[in-house]
């Protein structure tokens, strides 16, 4: 078994453990900047699911990648100009943060293509300059998504700020996953809770994540 399996391996021992007899939680593998090679290693040891943050790099890497069957999302911000690629190349945008961005994604979405699976980016903690809409647009913003047919609405997604003290981005935790389930009760369909880290995915866990977000535990820091 490759080095990198190992690591994917250890990776998903600890996922394992956190959610207990839970109901399953999606490793996704946070890629930006990182080779192409490293993407099909780590592919070839069984990871589907990869997580860019540039839509030019994930382009490229698509092109070099195609066939193995990788499912692609976009997990940084979006700009409206890049929209037409997003709904286009992704499988899954994890980053829509405001209403207008919406209908350019909905008329880009090829017709004989699924839905684009959506999630909705919550700035949890309200802070400056972070991508993310305001907690209390939740709703409205889902109602948009959900009412057209070329989006699927899928959930939420967050990036709590780093706080050395655990018991701050638990407190963060808990309250994005009371905001899944208020918008959970409009709509039922929603099953994904996308939140945690390299550093904190098992608080995530254990707060009611069902997709954590996985970088350097996976491919070592960046450099």
Known sequence: MSARCVTLEA?????????????????LAVSK????????????????????????????????LAGLGIEWHLIGPLQSNKCREAARHFDWLESLDRAKLVPLLAA?????RPPLNVLIQVNIEGEAGKSGCAPQDVETLARQVAQAPALALRGLMAIPAPHPDSARRVDAFRRMRAR??????????????????????????????????IGSALFGPRG
Not at 46 to 57: L, P, S, W
Not at 108 to 112: G, H, K, L, S
Not at 191 to 210: K, P, Q, R, V
């Open 11 to 27: 990776v998903c021992r600890r996922i394992a453990a956190a959610q207990g007899d839970g109901p399953g939680v999606r490793l």
């Open 33 to 64: 900047r990182q080779p192409a090679a490293a993407l099909r290693e780590l592919a070839g040891c069984g990871q589907r699911a990869f997580g860019e943050n540039y839509v030019q790099e994930a382009l490229a890497k698509q092109r070099e």
């Open 108 to 112: 880009a979405r090829p017709p004989q």
């Open 180 to 213: 899944f389930e208020t918008l959970r009760a409009e709509f039922p369909g929603i099953d994904t809770l996308s939140m945690g880290m390299s550093e904190d995915f098992e608080l995530a866990i254990a707060a009611g994540a069902t997709e954590v977000r």
